[in-house]
């Protein structure tokens, strides 16, 4: 039985990260369950966007922007894409995503930077050609 935090959850990831997008990962997290899985799952639901996700204190596009930040910092490829893909329904914007990529150089490294710089054309080459 889902819990109401996890309702929230799934609706607010949908919203951020679209249907296509969490149809996918629901379709992949099944295939892939275990009883010792599904805890997890439920835990990044109900927390992540459930509880995180969608508290008052910031909009969706902030938290997309600072999620950005985060995925340079700790150099995840896959999860930039991601929140770079995501800026269509959180409403940041492409040049907003350039600043906070160049920003993360000072604090970051520019080599992590570079390798942000490079999902990011290449997520917007995609979109371009409709791969996205």
């Known amino acids: 039985m889902e819990s109401e935090r996890f309702k929230v959850g799934i609706a607010k990831r949908r919203k951020v990260?679209?249907?296509g997008y969490?149809?996918?990962?629901?379709?992949?997290?099944?295939?892939?369950?275990?009883?010792?899985?599904?805890?997890f799952q439920e835990l990044v639901t109900e927390s992540v966007w459930g509880h995180i996700w969608s508290r008052p204190?910031?909009?969706d596009r902030t938290r997309n922007?600072?999620?950005v930040a985060l995925?340079?910092?700790?150099?995840?490829?896959n999860e930039l894409r991601l929140y770079i893909k995501a800026r269509r329904n959180t409403g940041a914007t492409i040049e907003e995503i350039a600043e906070v990529i160049l920003h993360t150089s000072v604090y970051c490294g520019v080599p992590a930077a570079l390798e942000a710089f490079k999902e990011f054309d290449q997520?917007?080459?995609?979109?371009?050609?409709?791969?996205?």
Not at 22 to 39: D, H, I
Not at 71 to 77: A, E, I, L, T
């Open 57 to 59: 204190g910031l909009d």
């Open 71 to 77: 995925m340079v910092s700790m150099n995840r490829p």
């Open 17 to 19: 990260l679209g249907d």
């Open 65 to 67: 922007l600072i999620n």
């Open 123 to 132: 997520v917007l080459a995609e979109e371009e050609a409709g791969r996205a």
């Open 22 to 39: 969490v149809n996918g990962a629901q379709k992949r997290a099944s295939a892939l369950a275990t009883e010792l899985t599904k805890p």
